[in-house]
């Protein structure tokens, strides 16, 4: 079946137009009902949320929707997206939801659904829903119609539950820390929890007004956090997205290390530890050759997966593997949590600074990144590039051009009609050549 409303991570749009609007959301909530009530036991919904206005008119309708078909829903405000995951799982719910479009703009919303066990629903259940709302929802009687709580210390509980995660008996004292929350779903939770372990926490993007999340701000706009860092000569700076599942870190010197730099460091020594299942690090196609080649040094794997965080989750399930992430940032540790975590991400790379003395600077630069190009190319409606026997033949040619010194990974983007070609390689000028030849056939069909 066609998925027509889940993409890579939930359900995503512009808000108040389709299929981001009131109705849908009390649709959905009724289909995903219809699909997780099962057995006699009261059904139960976790709703959590990022900061954005539209958060509100979401959350009524999914709570109007879940209510109308017997669950009764838990709403415990904004919270990161970890934070849903865990408190589905800890309060025995059937189902959780986080109403987030992650480091989108304020303008745009999503809604992503939890399992009983905190993961995020499967390809199998995501259409399932779809086919439920192909129905008429499962409307209960007067007497059996759900009820809405909200949950006070929601927040509180994954904040308890973050801290464990951090050694015991280590603190975070005599460090100096930029926190950027991106105006988002963590702007009291990460914060809060670096400084109730002891660390001189600088506060920053922490005045949500529901307009200005991901705004300037938070991991995909790391200039105010480099410039904090420098400013107050911090010794770190953690930059988290609206929703805080992924992160990017700063080192004392302003300079940014992305997930694949981070994965290297927790893979060196959740090794060396012996804590490395089957000394494999999972990670998607987008993942620097750098770091797999840094792997291979270490006598270590890398698993790549599609794009998409719930791919490389998936795989660690199937493989039983326990440290996988993404360059952008999202860093999955399943011995914790059951998603991508900013916030406990950033305490292991803290835990690494407390354990070994070293400044952060020498912790997040692992191995030297193969230069990178990623281009994005526009088609015309109907055209199918990479089908084109021109196409093929310039990627073909491309890749025996690098002949093992680079890689080329191009792919048809699922939400618009672009080409993204992305390509490494050790020669920097030969990369530029191989990547335009290849750009230049895929533009011959906008």
């Known amino acids: 079946m066609a998925r027509r409303l889940f993409g890579t991570d939930g359900v995503r749009g512009r808000a108040n137009d389709d299929p981001m609007t009131a109705e849908t959301a009390l649709r959905l909530g009724q289909a995903a009902g219809r699909h997780f009530i099962k057995g006699n036991h009261a059904h139960r919904v976790v709703i959590g949320k990022d900061t954005r206005r539209s958060g509100y008119m979401l959350e009524n309708a999914l709570t109007a929707g879940f209510t109308s078909v017997g669950m009764d829903v838990f709403l415990v405000g904004p919270v990161p997206t970890p934070a849903v995951g865990f408190l589905t799982r800890s309060m025995r719910a059937d189902l959780g939801v986080m109403i987030s479009a992650s480091h989108n703009p304020f303008q745009d919303n999503g809604i992503k659904f939890f399992g009983p066990d905190g993961f995020k629903l499967s390809d199998a259940a995501e259409e399932a829903i779809e086919r439920a709302l192909e129905g008429p929802p499962d409307l209960v009687e007067p007497a059996r119609i759900g009820r809405a709580t909200r949950i006070d210390d929601g927040r509180g509980r994954y904040m308890e539950f973050a801290k464990t995660t951090f050694p015991r008996g280590r603190r975070l004292d005599g460090l100096r820390i930029v926190v950027d929350c991106a105006n988002g779903a963590a702007y009291r939770t990460a914060p809060d929890v670096l400084w109730e372990l002891g660390a001189e926490v600088v506060r920053i993007a922490v005045a949500p007004n529901g307009f200005n999340i991901n705004k300037d701000c938070g991991s995909t706009h790391t200039a105010a956090a480099v410039e904090a860092v420098k400013l107050h000569r911090a010794d770190l ?49 987008m993942s620097n050759l750098g770091l797999e080649r840094h792997l291979e040094s270490q006598g270590l794997r890398l698993l790549r997966t599609a794009v998409g965080d719930r791919y490389v989750v998936e ?44 400044k952060a600077s020498e912790l997040s630069r692992v191995f030297q990144a193969y230069p990178q190009l990623l281009t994005n190319v526009r088609f015309r409606k109907g055209a199918e590039p990479l089908s084109e026997a021109s196409v093929q033949s310039a990627i073909s040619d491309g890749e025996a051009r690098l002949d093992g010194r680079g890689r080329l990974v191009i792919r048809k983007s699922g939400t618009e009609p672009l080409v993204r070609i992305m390509g490494e390689c050790d020669d920097p000028e030969l990369l530029r050549v191989v990547l335009g030849n290849i750009e230049a056939e895929v533009a011959r069909f906008a």
């Open 237 to 285: 700076g953690i930059s988290l997205d609206g929703d805080a599942d992924r992160v990017m870190i700063i080192d004392e010197t302003g300079e940014i290390a992305d997930g694949d730099q981070f994965m290297a460091l927790i893979a060196d020594r959740w090794a060396a530890e012996g804590r490395l299942a089957q000394g494999t690090l999972v990670a998607t196609v």
């Open 315 to 358: 795989a660690m399930r199937a493989g039983g593997y326990n440290l996988g992430g993404e360059q952008s940032g999202h860093i999955v540790m399943t011995d914790h949590v059951t998603t991508g975590d900013g916030l406990i991400a950033a305490l292991q790379f803290l835990s690494a600074m407390v354990e070994t003395g070293r």
